[in-house]
């Protein structure tokens, strides 16, 4: 099962991987691996790390003038709900 | 059994994931014919198109690209009704053949609702060059509908296609005979439900394909049924529906596990692998350990152009602008008082111009940061960094603010607020003040060229790596003594290489540049005129004066570092900006005849070596200027929080000052 395998990849590292790893790991190509995220992002096993900015927008952010969104990476987190999945 | 059927209007749709092509096989199939208004009720565009052929009409509708048909976006909404409450007589699945197994996904679902469909299969140029052979009649073998290869751009294959549409609009419609087989255990989910809607229930949609939606979370399903179905049987579907809650990853992984098995039945790939320079590139960059090397060798890099290219350029307008500026100055006020001068020249142009002179060196460690965030560099750092700052106790998501910090601590703290767990959150509030940020680097900057010429970069570096290391500790021990948190794992997607765009570099530069000016030109000019007030009165006497009396209160604390009361007032007021450490020492130090070598000189005479390092390590680690402090405020809501970040920094940064000082005069730097 191909979206479960991939939540078992992300909660076996304690810390960060990439995309493209995760890819190659699934032997799927990247832009595939970043659709298979946003499934799970969708069943609640993932949740973004943008969450909190997104509905805010930079127009209200009192960082606007400061921030440069330098590194503009997409961040997902393991959730709760996909912790519980695997155990 | 396959029938025949004449229909003389034919209704198509194009469906198809965005950036497949899909308007371009629309234009192909319908040249100028074509109408452009508004789906009915919504601000989405539809474009519809007729093509005449023997007799026949064939209008074609151009649905907004999705991915899949369950309703995650307006656009996706609108295609998937139109398909499943429309029923178009064929259905067109564009599919990019350079991005084969993505596109699968929709293709499937397609053939799960069983609208007639021929898929097309765009952009083989672009496969073909990627080094991926597609083979056509293995994938139409296993999708059992007509696939047609196409370069749309090129009005390639648009004919097979008509022909393809027509055949396939002839035929009597059949149930799919492709696609995955759902779970014996779906399957028995759907059957429950299916029991439990009525009979005669009168659904905008195919019943069974309903069904399976909802069991995926759809919630324009979910809304439909909840309006027709009776309370007390919405209650039992959604007690259904709760207790399944993971059917949703069935159903989607059975989808991407038949796209992936199509994928390898119908594509070759080159053998053999190609690594692209990228890919060359990050095996170093993204190394756990590399990473970090890398990492560091391009701080020192931006650091030796700061000091050979930045620096020159500093002392240069230094001497030449503001040494100048104060003389010239001073002789054309020749009758003025002599406060009003001392205010011009020493207050004004000392302090606050003195500062704007570090300019060349700013902008310059602003310019390569922009390189680097354009280039696609800081994205790898952050990765690696990421990996470290777990060691040290931080979360995945504390990397991204905390690289902001490199500019400015400001949005560093602000930043920490996509960090989700309060306890991460904290943290990062916390330590984000530690980052060197960009005004620190000044300070440094003039320090270390006064007091260590050739070895300025070295020292520079090294206590970049020592504030570091500092942050390091300090998140280490919040994090496990203060708020303890628990362990989380995340994905990060690392932006490919690219050449940077000069206009936005540029542009990111002069930004950053801007709002130095206007910080010079504002809070620091104000605290400089203040700074000279307090040096000046009561008597002109900068011993006697109140800035004298604060510092002499001081100076005992400052002993222990090798610091006089002067550096102890500039400290003091770099709670304003950091910058205002250079500020406040122009004016008490003075200007006068080639200002930068008469600021630089007087520092050398009032301290030894041992003791500027210990200077450079007190401001890299003191708490934090006024605009962080009030940013911690609002970040943790708290004053406790807010006291704490001033008391634990207040406390490190002596530490660890007096610590180097004695250390250094240990070195023989003390003299």
């Not at chain 2, 500093?314 to 100048?324: E, G, I, K, Y």
Request: with cysteine; hydrophobic share 50%.
């Amino acid at each position: 099962m191909m979206l479960k395998r991939l939540l078992t990849l992300i909660a076996a590292n304690d810390g960060t991987s990439s995309l493209d790893w995760l890819a190659r790991e699934m032997d799927v190509p990247p832009a595939l691996a970043e659709q298979l995220m946003s499934e799970l992002v969708r069943g609640g096993y993932l949740r973004t790390a943008y969450a909190e900015c997104e509905p805010v927008g930079c127009g209200a952010c009192p960082a606007r003038m400061i921030c440069q969104q330098p590194t503009g990476v997409g961040l997902w987190e393991l959730t709760n709900k996909g912790r519980r999945l695997l155990t | 059994m396959t029938g025949k059927r004449r229909p003389k209007i034919v209704t198509v749709a194009l469906a198809g994931a965005p950036n497949t092509g899909k308007s371009t096989v629309f234009n192909a199939l319908t040249g100028l014919r074509q109408h452009v208004g508004n789906w009915p009720g919504k601000t989405v565009e539809k474009k519809t198109g007729i093509y005449r052929r023997d007799g026949r009409v064939f209008s074609f509708v151009d649905l907004p690209g999705s991915y899949s048909l369950t309703a995650n976006s307006l656009e996706e909404e609108i295609a998937r009704d139109f398909l499943a409450r429309e029923r178009p007589d064929v259905v067109i699945a564009i599919i990019d053949a350079s991005s084969l197994e993505r596109n699968l996904y929709l293709v499937c679902e397609l053939l799960q609702l069983g609208v007639p469909m021929v898929a097309a299969l765009n952009m083989m140029d672009v496969a073909r060059s990627s080094g991926l052979e597609v083979d056509v009649a293995a994938l139409q073998a296993a999708l059992g509908v007509p696939v047609v290869p196409m370069v749309a751009r090129d009005g390639q294959g648009i004919s097979p296609l008509l022909e393809a549409i027509e055949a396939v609009a002839d035929e009597e419609r059949r149930p799919p005979t492709a696609g995955p087989r759902l779970a014996d255990e779906i399957e028995a989910l759907v059957a429950k439900l299916d029991v439990l809607l009525p009979a005669e229930l009168d659904l905008p949609y195919p019943r069974r394909w309903a069904l399976v939606k909802l069991l995926e979370g759809d919630r324009s399903i979910r809304r439909s049924l909840k309006a027709i179905l009776a309370p007390d049987v919405w209650e039992n579907v959604k007690s259904i529906l709760h207790r399944h809650d993971q059917a949703v990853l069935e159903i989607a992984s059975s989808r991407y596990d038949w796209a992936a098995d199509t994928y390898r039945r119908a594509v070759s790939r080159p053998t053999g692998e190609r690594i692209s320079p990228g890919e060359r590139a990050d095996r170093l960059l993204t190394h756990p350990l590399g990473g970090l090397f890398a990492f560091a060798a391009m701080v020192f890099g931006i650091y030796w152009l700061m000091f050979n290219v930045g620096a020159p350029l500093q002392r240069w307008l230094s001497d030449n602008m503001v040494a100048r500026s104060a003389s010239a100055l001073e002789d054309a006020l020749g009758g003025w008082p002599d406060w009003s001068t001392s205010l011009l020249t020493h207050g004004l142009i000392g302090g606050a111009g003195l500062v704007l002179t570090f300019i060349p060196i700013l902008a310059i460690l602003f310019l390569a940061l922009a390189i680097l965030e354009d280039v696609g560099y800081m994205a790898r750092a952050a990765f690696v960094m990421d990996r470290f700052m777990h060691l040290i106790g931080l979360r995945g998501q504390s990397f991204l603010p905390l690289f902001l910090g490199w500019g400015c601590n400001v949005p560093a703290i602000m930043g920490s607020r996509i960090v989700e767990s309060r306890a991460a959150r904290l943290t990062t509030v916390l330590v984000a003040p530690l980052v060197p940020c960009a005004a620190r680097m000044v300070v440094i900057a003039l320090f270390t060229a006064a007091f260590f010429g050739g070895a300025a970069i070295l020292v520079s570096w090294s206590m970049v790596m020592m504030n570091l290391a500092v942050l390091a500790l300090a998140a280490l021990l919040i994090s496990r003594f203060i708020f303890r948190g628990q362990e989380s794992s995340f994905v990060m997607e690392i932006p490919r290489y690219h050449v940077p765009n000069i206009r936005t570099v540029l542009l990111a530069t002069g930004e950053r540049v801007r709002r130095f000016v206007v910080l010079a030109g504002t809070v620091i000019l104000a605290m400089s005129l203040i700074v000279w007030a307090f040096s000046t009165f009561p008597s002109n006497d900068i011993e006697d004066s109140i800035l004298g009396h604060i510092g002499r209160g001081l100076a005992p604390i400052g002993g222990l570092m090798g610091l006089d009361w002067r550096m102890m007032v500039a400290l003091l007021t770099s709670f304003v900006a950091k910058e205002q450490t250079i500020a406040t020492l122009g004016v008490i130090l003075g200007t006068g005849e080639g200002a930068n070598g008469a600021l630089k000189t007087n520092l050398t005479s009032i301290m030894a070596p041992a003791a500027a390092v210990s200077f450079i390590a007190l401001q890299m680690l003191f708490i934090p200027c006024v605009s962080s402090l009030a940013a911690i405020r609002q970040e943790t809501r708290s004053w406790r929080w807010t006291g704490f970040a001033v008391g634990y920094m207040l406390a490190i940064s002596f530490v660890v000052a007096i610590v180097i000082y004695q250390a250094a005069r240990l070195f023989g730097l003390g003299a």
